[in-house]
């Protein structure tokens, strides 16, 4: 069974730092785009960045410039270092991966982690 497995999230003061991870378990082929959104309560869910497979990367205006999206494709893991934290950064942030599941079907599935809070306090 493929999962997403997050971890990295929890409580920081504004202007700290955090570093998320998303793991991938199960059998994979391969692994296209790796990205993370995120959530907060009454909101819809917005992109915050993603990467490649060949490592280009896009951010969301908001965190350009302090947060920074990287992947490992050795263990099929992408991260997310989260500096100069503000409050409005808190929300429930989710990791996504768009992959294949075998060499014999060519498409790709979308997955979701089951999603990591971080709470920034003023």
């Known amino acids: 069974q493929v999962q997403l497995v997050e971890s990295g999230g929890g409580l920081v003061q504004a202007g700290g730092s955090l570093r998320l991870s998303c793991a991938t378990s199960?059998?994979?082929?391969?692994?296209?785009?790796m990205g993370w959104y995120r959530q907060s309560p009454g909101k819809q869910r917005e992109l915050v960045a993603f990467?490649?497979?060949?490592?280009?990367?896009n951010y969301a205006g908001s965190v350009k410039g302090r947060f920074t999206i990287s992947r490992n494709n050795a263990n099929n893991t992408v991260y997310l270092q989260m500096n100069s934290l503000k409050p409005e950064d808190t929300a429930v942030y989710y990791c996504?991966?768009?992959?294949?599941?075998?060499?014999?079907?060519?498409?790709?599935?979308?997955?979701w982690g089951q999603g990591t809070q971080v709470t920034v306090s003023s």
């Open positions: 199960g059998s994979i082929f391969s692994i296209n785009t």
């Open positions: 990467i490649t497979s060949g490592g280009t990367t």
């Open positions: 996504n991966a768009e992959l294949r599941l075998s060499k014999y079907y060519s498409g790709y599935v979308n997955y």
